[in-house]
DNA sequence: AGCACGCCGACT
DNA sequence: GTCGGCGTGCTC
């Protein structure tokens, strides 16, 4: 029951008209049912004609003359639309992310119609070229028919007798008044036509589904037994790489469809290469469609459109491909779920996999949700391991391909016998041993956490914050800082551990790499990839097509030539730095290393020739390192939990970062603190409070960066927080106080801030 | 998007 | 004077 007054409106989505909000009393009637993200009708204009809006707020605050506001005239009661569930999820997303409505609204309706001339509606003439012709002298001999000596003059030189809507609307300054009055004297026709462009011409040779094997069977057949008998559940299917999951989703996808009902697959942008994409395509022909960054807004909302209109049952995409409005979505599967790209970075910083979730509730008849990995995320397992998920194991790989030979290669050891190179001896060996063979390598530095730990070559210790047990940054000045909760300590020249002086923040490129590659062995053909090599369009691919066609024998690069991609030639796989996102600061750099040292290791061997993988590092007994070796995921899952649990990192809690954005450091510190001070002042059951520190990027374009952090087992708590800083900023924005300051919130934060 | 209002030329 | 086309601005 809503005991507030007033309701704040949208009207009509649909045309871009998202700027101005109405307000509408709620009548006593309709208090039980008015709530935010629902469709109401409305009295709307001069003639009150009804009009379907979503209400976005509800206040007791009337924003202007209380007797001019009209009443909700009703609330629909049929069944949720796609664009109805579209803005209920948003409404979810404001309130669980804390974003605001509007910025939610443009994340779930991403696609607007005014992109192309190449729309759907086109006017032209419903009468011979000569009446035509006498009709637009008789309209230029007055002077009040301007518009029409326009339109008639446009459309007597179009070259296929027809002009697009928008061209008249926009161009010709031509009002729809004007348009509406011609077509009714039966000058004019209007017309709409159906124009879909697709995205990339599909063959079709469908061909029948592949023998699943038995273990991927029993996976179609439970969720499907459950599927009939009602049941709408998250599954997470932890199958090794080369275990099968897509020919698993296939098959589902086939049931699903076979019941009436649509399919939502997420992978990772960078997966969405072109052979993922193709197995789809054999398999379902024209009824699947892509969507990629690369595609235009114009194409994006074809694809929609189509979604939309049924012309097809299968949308595949990054995150975003999550707001297809089908009708009656089934199934949503999200592939490689552990990945971080599936967590938004921009307002509202939400998670596909949570929204995924949501969304399936939201759906008429309800979905059912896949995950799908190889490394699956420590929520996701944690939740299949409590039972909030049903877990499915692949263990078997189905494709020969023997798994590779990992070795730890100690960099200490290294260093101690004397070998300051970047390349381990066993490293160095492994390569001649390809190059000869003329076999194919990769190098693989993982740069994650730039932002620079320090630690000791010599013993390998690293300098960790006490409290939070996170690294410490080098900063100028020669302090360390931990960036949840600010300590600080003076930078030592000698270790304390073992009081050595090779002490030292640790950076290295993929340039230097290179470099090091070529001067050791100068007739090896390098590529390199990396932010700096791939910012073209196609640069990405080129580059993989050039290593698979082995143009060259060893492939340089950052975390993303681990992602998806077989070269049944590469037989050595070097990860040159394994410690680096280990010593990330923030509590998820385990596992991210754990999850990139696993997949980099299965890059070796893909083929018939049997792999080796070397990992460098300086912390050979870490368990993340450990257990990738051996490709151990429980062992790894079993210690990370215990580290999560100990100090209440998500998922056994959770936690909400609150930043803050500044252009004046003491300025923002002060508020940072005044907000801590204020969520402590109404303390919560079991809230933790840490910060306000420097974020791990203190200082972008001008503007300082700080965050608090609040942990606490209660999802609910940290929104009832959030709930309370917004009203207060609110308060301080209205009052003109808050110019230099803007602050946004992340819960479960999975990319360091 | 749709509607009313107001301006201005055309027709009675 | 009145009718009607056409551009503009507003819609709680």
Not at 91 to 116: E, F
Not at 444 to 470: E, M, Q, T
Not at 552 to 577: S, W
Request: a neutral charge; hydrophobic letters at 35%.
């Amino acid at each position: 029951m809503t005991a507030l007054e007033y309701a704040n409106i949208i009207i009509d989505i649909s045309h871009e008209k998202v700027d101005r909000l109405f307000q509408y009393r709620i009548p006593d009637r309709l208090k039980d049912k008015v709530e935010v993200g629902c469709p109401v009708e409305v009295p709307f204009g001069k003639g009150n004609t009804m009009r379907k809006g979503y209400v976005l707020e509800l206040t007791d605050e009337p924003n202007w003359d209380p007797d001019k506001i009209k009443e909700i005239a009703a609330v629909p009661e049929d069944k949720l639309g796609a664009e109805d569930i579209s803005i209920r999820l948003a409404a979810w997303m404001k309130r669980y992310y804390g974003s605001t409505m509007i910025a939610a609204l443009k994340t779930v309706l991403p696609a607007t119609k005014k992109q192309n001339i190449q729309k759907h509606k086109f006017v032209s003439l419903r009468m011979d070229l000569r009446q035509a012709r006498e009709y637009y002298y008789e309209c230029a001999s007055k002077k009040n028919q301007k518009a029409r000596e326009r339109i008639l003059a446009e459309l007597l030189l179009a070259p296929d007798d027809r002009i697009p809507y928008e061209l008249i609307t926009q161009k010709l300054h031509v009002t729809a008044a004007t348009l509406k009055s011609l077509a009714e004297k039966g000058v004019i026709r209007i017309d709409e036509e159906e124009y879909y462009r697709k995205p990339i011409a599909g063959d079709s040779d469908r061909y029948g589904a592949k023998e699943l094997s038995p273990e991927q069977q029993g996976i179609v057949d439970s969720f499907i037994s459950d599927y009939d008998a009602g049941k709408r559940d998250t599954y997470l299917i932890h199958g090794i790489t080369g275990s099968g999951k897509t020919e698993v989703y296939i098959a589902l996808i086939d049931e699903i469809i076979k019941r009436g009902k649509q399919a939502i697959v997420l992978i990772p942008e960078i997966a969405l290469t072109y052979q993922t994409l193709m197995r789809f395509y054999r398999h379902f022909g024209d009824r699947v469609s892509v969507m990629n960054s690369s595609l235009s807004p114009g194409e994006k909302y074809d694809q929609m459109e189509r979604a939309r209109t049924g012309d097809i049952d299968i949308i595949i995409g990054p995150r975003s491909a999550l707001f297809t409005p089908f009708p009656n979505t089934g199934i949503i599967i999200i592939d490689e779920e552990h990945e971080s790209s599936y967590k938004s970075e921009s307002m509202p910083k939400y998670h596909a996999r949570e929204t995924a979730i949501e969304l399936a509730k939201l759906v008429p008849g309800g979905a059912s949700v896949v995950l799908g990995s190889a490394t699956p995320s420590l929520e996701s397992y944690y939740r299949a391991t409590t039972g909030q998920y049903h877990l499915f194991e692949l263990k078997r790989r189905l494709t020969g391909g023997t798994l590779p030979q990992v070795e730890i290669a100690d960099l200490r050891e290294e260093l101690r016998t004397g070998n300051r190179s970047i390349f381990s001896r066993r490293l160095q060996e492994l390569m001649e041993d390809r190059l000869n063979k003329g076999e194919q390598a990769m190098l693989f530095i993982n740069r994650r956490g730039l932002a620079g730990f320090v630690s000791c070559r010599s013993c390998g210790y690293v300098f960790k914050c006490p409290h939070c047990d996170v690294s410490l940054s080098e900063h100028r000045g020669g302090r360390l800082v931990c960036h949840y909760c600010g300590y600080e300590q003076p930078l030592t020249k000698i270790c304390p551990k073992c009081s050595s002086k090779y002490v030292s923040s640790f950076r290295a490129g993929t340039q230097q790499i290179e470099d090091e590659v070529k001067k050791m062995w100068p007739n090896a053909r390098t590529l390199r990839m990396d932010a700096d090599t791939t910012r073209t369009k196609g640069s990405y691919d080129r580059i993989l097509s050039a290593f698979a066609s082995k143009e060259a024998d060893v492939l340089v690069g950052t975390q993303m030539i681990v992602k998806g991609h077989d070269f049944p030639d590469v037989t050595l796989v070097g990860i040159l730095a394994a410690d680096m996102s280990l010593h990330a600061s923030d509590y998820r750099a385990s596992e991210r290393t754990f999850q990139l040292l696993t997949q980099a290791a299965g890059r070796a061997g893909r083929g018939e020739k049997p792999g080796n993988v070397v990992i460098q590092t300086y912390e050979p007994e870490h368990y993340s390192v450990q257990t990738a070796s051996r490709q151990d995921y429980e062992a790894f899952y079993e210690e990370e939990i215990a580290y999560r649990d100990l100090l209440r990192y998500p998922p056994i809690s959770h936690m909400m970062s609150v930043q803050i954005l500044s252009y004046d450091e003491d300025l923002g510190m002060q508020f940072a603190t005044r907000l801590r001070a204020i969520m402590e002042q109404n303390k919560r059951d079991g809230a933790i409070f840490i910060g306000p520190a420097s974020a791990a990027i203190g200082k972008i374009n001008d503007v300082y960066r700080m965050a608090v952090y609040v942990k606490m087992d209660d999802y609910d708590g940290l929104i009832a927080y959030k709930d309370m800083l917004e009203k207060y900023i609110h308060q301080l924005e209205d009052m003109g106080k808050l110019k230099k300051i803007s602050v946004q919130f992340d819960f479960d934060p999975v990319n360091g801030f």
